[in-house]
């Protein structure tokens, strides 16, 4: 069998498509990054696609040969890319699918999809499936709506596993509404029977674990699987939710609180007609995660997830401090007293001061919007700061309170952003 699975670059996708080059099935990546694919699948051949842009046309030549295509490309919390991404770009390859003789495609769809949904993310899939099972005869088809799915490498997984790390449990009162979680293994299990599964295929199909819960309850889960012990339950009002995600500091980014809030509806159907089409019962959530045992990367992390926008924020604060201090604090006798010890002094000592000042401000601001290489950018500059204070005033590194010493830490807290930011690089 020759697979092509689209957003392979993607939590599902990237799930499935190591699952099929273990097994030995041919597997085209494709994705708008084909060198991280080829990094992260180097048993699949990688190719680039844009489901943003390309047409039916683009697809073509990549569908040469393929027996079936899995679409799991998708994206959370941006409503003006879901036209494209969901609607318009599916729909563009599920015609090239069928001009091109593939005889079978897998949708990814989001249980609770309708052209009536009260959520754009959910309207938009929605019109992505309905012209796939219009399609008619000459294609065999499977358009699969999971639920909240739990594994390795998702944002689901992430958020709820940060929330369940956390010193008290969250209750998020009526966000906290019933949901149904499958182990991504056991969605990928799915996929692969009805990749396999004798023609004619035509359905729609509720991906879902056998067991409704609450999103509380499913932290609790999480926690017994980290080894955490119970701790008590601080309610935590929509509005402090919604504060946090905007803020950026916490566990529950925007996109995040977008997810809770079409969980709080209910997210749960019916598993049995999963059961009876492909024979397969996926298990309960504990039950699944108990295949891999916590260690301690994996408590490492969740623990340092609520924290980790909080560091950037920190280190671009102590980098605006640096900048403003000077300009707006700090008498100008002083600064041109400490630049007379280089050598500085009327212009060109204002000009080195204003610069060095914007530079610091610069650095705060790239932290903020989050530019790749801003931590580092300001290593080089503390290190220079660093080396020209050490020349001229060497009697700093004994000072009282450690004003060159405290230097250490922010290298540290620079190191640590930096890391954060190209862990996924």
């Not at 699949?44 to 844009?50: F, N, Q, S």
């Not at 609770?112 to 000459?138: E, Q, V």
């Not at 359905?203 to 701790?231: K, N, Y």
């Not at 959530?285 to 340092?304: K, T, W, Y």
Request: hydrophobic content about 55%.
């Amino acid at each position: 069998m020759h697979v092509l699975i689209v957003g392979a670059n993607g939590f599902i996708g990237r799930h499935l498509a190591a699952r099929l080059v273990a097994e030995g099935v041919r597997v085209i990546a494709a994705g708008r990054s084909p060198d991280r694919l080829r990094r992260r699948l180097p048993g699949a051949k990688a190719i680039r696609c844009d489901l943003a842009a390309d047409g039916a046309e683009d697809w073509c030549e990549r569908l040469a040969g393929v027996d079936a295509v899995v679409n799991c490309a998708g994206l959370f919390g941006d409503d003006r890319g879901y036209a494209d991404v969901h609607s318009g770009g599916p729909i563009a390859l599920f015609d090239a699918c069928r001009a091109a003789g593939v005889g079978r495609v897998l949708q990814i769809s989001a249980l609770g999809a309708a052209a009536d949904a009260t959520s754009a993310y959910h309207r938009s899939k929605a019109a992505a499936d309905d012209h796939l099972a219009a399609m008619g005869a000459g294609i065999g088809f499977a358009i699969v709506r999971p639920s909240l799915v739990i594994g390795h490498g998702g944002q689901s997984s992430a958020l709820f596993t940060a929330l369940s790390a956390l010193p008290v449990m969250p209750d998020l009162g009526r966000a906290d509404g019933l949901v149904q979680p499958i182990h991504v293994d056991d969605l990928v299990e799915l996929l692969v029977r009805l990749l396999h599964a004798p023609r004619p295929l035509a359905a729609r199909i509720d991906a879902v674990g056998p067991e409704p819960m609450t999103t509380a309850a499913l932290v609790a889960v999480l926690r017994r699987w980290l080894g955490l012990p119970d701790t008590m339950r601080v309610a935590v009002p929509r509005w402090l939710i919604a504060a946090v995600a905007c803020v950026g500091i916490g566990p529950v980014t925007r996109e995040r609180l977008a997810m809770l809030a079409m969980l709080a509806a209910g997210n749960t159907g019916s598993v049995e007609p999963l059961v009876a089409m492909t024979g397969f019962r996926p298990v309960p959530i504990a039950q699944a995660l108990a295949r891999r045992h916590a260690n301690e990367a994996d408590l490492r992390m969740a623990r340092l997830a609520p924290v980790a926008p909080v560091l950037r924020v920190a280190l671009a604060l102590v980098w605006f401090a640096g900048g403003a201090i000077p300009l707006f604090v700090t008498p100008a006798a002083t600064n041109m007293a400490w630049l007379a010890r280089v050598g500085l002094s009327g212009g060109a000592a204002t000009t080195a001061l204003w610069a060095g000042a914007l530079a610091d401000i610069a650095v705060g601001a790239a932290l903020l919007l989050r530019i790749r290489g801003a931590a580092l950018a300001g290593i080089a500059l503390m290190a220079t700061y660093t080396q020209i204070l050490t020349h001229i005033a060497p009697e700093l590194w004994a000072a009282p309170f450690g004003p060159l010493a405290k230097n250490i830490a922010v290298l540290a807290l620079s190191l640590a952003v930096h890391a954060l930011e190209t862990r996924h690089g």
